[in-house]
């Protein structure tokens, strides 16, 4: 490719773009589920809840509130986003809800989280 990102293919190969139109239909439903999760993990606050749920298992708007410095209305409406894109979940204990991570949501967000720990870096090797 040039300067102006022009394409000039010689050959298409049809039996690789017939089998990737494939492969990306057979797997549809898990794309639109992994793009919704990623875009509510795109917000550094919601990425800071999960990561957070993640570490201690479950915790309720106040806690999640004290620990952000955040109003307990602002956390809730995260929450709110998170539990509608149905990657958390609630159990209510008296007055207070508790949230945690869907167990199926944790499987691809723990990647992530090592990430973000250090627990998963790779060494620049010299």
Known sequence: ?????????????????????????????????????????????????????EEEKELCPCDL?????MSIPAVSQHLR?????NIIEGRRDGQTIFYS???????LLRPFFKIITGKNLIKETV
Do not use: H
Not at 7 to 33: H, M, P, S, W
Not at 65 to 69: A, K, Q, R, Y
Not at 101 to 107: A, D, G
């Open 1 to 53: 490719m040039d300067n102006n990102q022009s394409c000039i293919r010689v050959f298409a190969d049809k039996v690789q773009i017939d089998n990737c139109r494939r492969t990306l239909q057979a797997n549809e439903k898990a794309f639109g589920k992994l793009s919704n999760l990623l875009a509510l993990a795109g917000n550094e606050v919601r990425l800071k809840i999960l990561f957070l749920l």
């Open 81 to 85: 986003k998170l539990k509608d894109g």
């Open 65 to 69: 509130s004290d620990i952000l410095g």
């Open 101 to 107: 991570l869907k167990p199926e949501q944790l499987t």
